[in-house]
């Protein structure tokens, strides 16, 4: 039987970590994010563009433990001025995991957030 149903693309994305409140602080202190002001219980969602982006307690059957979170996973964020989010992010002693770079979205660079996800961030 052949499905009638589409996918349009992906339309939500969420983190899943130990410490929700400590990864909201982050995207909130380093990246200027805000709280959405709806969100589902053992999650914070913030009010980006295009996607809903959140970060929750991790759901059953997912172990955190088994390696770095995200691995295989690329997670590019968007800003105005990768160069001056750079900048800003190794100052607070965030982690840089590859030094900013021209790329094909822009000015990018990859750095760690919360937990040990591996974020790029491109633009400007």
Known sequence: MTSTATVTGPDFLALQVRDVEAAAAFFERHLGLTRSPAAPPHAVVFDT??????????????????????????????????????????????????????????????????EGYALTAHGG
């Open 49 to 114: 563009r295009p996607l809903p982006f959140a970060v929750r307690e991790p759901l059953p059957g997912t172990d955190l433990d088994s390696g770095r979170p995200g691995l295989g996973v690329a997670l590019w964020l968007a800003t105005d001025d990768a160069q001056a989010l750079h900048d800003h992010l190794a100052a607070a002693g965030v982690p840089i995991l590859t030094p900013p770079q021209n790329g094909p979205f822009g000015r990018m660079f990859t750095f760690a957030g919360p």
